[in-house]
C-alpha cells in the first residue's frame, strides 16, 4: 500500500460559531484531536495541520499529536484552496498520495478512509447517497499539479478542471459531507453521531448561583423571571415551569429581599385584570447573569481541554 498522508485545514474564522471549532468538544476530546488521533491511528503519515486564526493556540492544543503545522498568515484574505496548496506543498514530496479533509467534519467514520486506502486511483472522491464529500485523495504529483489552479471553485474546481478521472467511493457514511458552521449545525451533529452509537462528547457542566445567606438565585429563577417577562403572568410563568403560584410568588420574594430592590412589579384588578412585568432593574440583573453564566462556560471549557483534554494516556 502506497505511503499516505493527510492535510487538515483549520486556518478558518469560525465566524458563524461564534466559537473556535477545531477545539469544541467531541468524541473523547475535540473535534481537532478527534480527526488527527484517527488518522495517526490508521497509519497515515505525515499529517499536517494548516492553522491560522488562533494558529498558536491550535498549535499547542496538539503539540503531542505528532503533526506538522503550517500556517497562513494571511487567513483573513485568502480562500480555504490556499490553505490546501499550503499543505500539499508542506508534505507532497514524504508522501506518495495525501488527503485533503477540512477540520470541520470530525464524524467521518474510520471504515470510510480505511475503503479509501484500499483504492489506487489518481483522485478518491467519497460519495454517500449521490452528495460527494471528504476526505479527498489524491496521488501526490497530482495534488501538486492542482496547486496552480487559479479558477472559480476551489479544490473542487481544480479537480473537476484538471482533466483527470475521478474515482468515486460510495459510502454509507454522512459524516463525509455534515459540516458545522454554525452552533445549531454543531449540536444536531452532536444528537446524530450519539443516535448511530458513536458516543457523545465530555464536556464540563456548570451552574452558577448567586448566595447571600444562602443561595437565592440560579438557573430556576432566571427561568421564571424569564417567563414572566414573556407572559406578563406571574400565574402564566408558574404553569409554564409546572410549580405552584405560591411557590413561584415565594421565590420572587425571596429574591427580592436578598437584593434589597423589586425585580417584579405587579398589580392586581382593573379592567385588564392583573399580572407581573420586570423593573429595569430586573431586567438588567438577568441580563448580566447570563452572560456572566456565558464567560464561566467559555473559561470551564478552556480550563478542561487545557487539563483533561488530550486524554488520559500515559
Known sequence: MKTTGAVLVAAGLSSRMEAFKPMLPFGSSTISLHIVTMLKDMGIEPVVVVTGYRGD???????????????????????????????????????????????????????????????????????????PGHPIMLWSHVAESLCGYKGEGGLRGAIENSGIA???????????????????QYQELLDWNYQRGQGYPIRPQIQVRLTAIQPFYGPGVQQLLNWIGQTGSLQEACLHMDISYSKGRKMVKQLEQQLGFPVVQRWTGGSGGGGSVLTKKGRNLMDAYEKMVASVQDFTDQAYQKYMGKGFEE
Open 57 to 131: 493556540e491550535l498549535q499547542r492544543h496538539l503539540s503531542c499529536a505528532g503533526v506538522r503545522f503550517v500556517k497562513n498568515e494571511r487567513f483573513r484574505e485568502t480562500q480555504m484552496f490556499d490553505s490546501v496548496t499550503m499543505g500539499i506543498q508542506a508534505i507532497s514530496k514524504d508522501c506518495e498520495r495525501l488527503m485533503i479533509l477540512p477540520v470541520d467534519l470530525p464524524a467521518i467514520m474510520p471504515d470510510t478512509i480505511r475503503q479509501q486506502m484500499m483504492i489506487d486511483a489518481p483522485i478518491i472522491r467519497t460519495v454517500c447517497h449521490g452528495e
Open 166 to 184: 475521478i474515482t468515486n467511493l460510495e459510502v454509507e457514511d454522512e459524516g463525509i459531507y455534515r459540516d458545522l458552521d454554525t452552533r445549531q
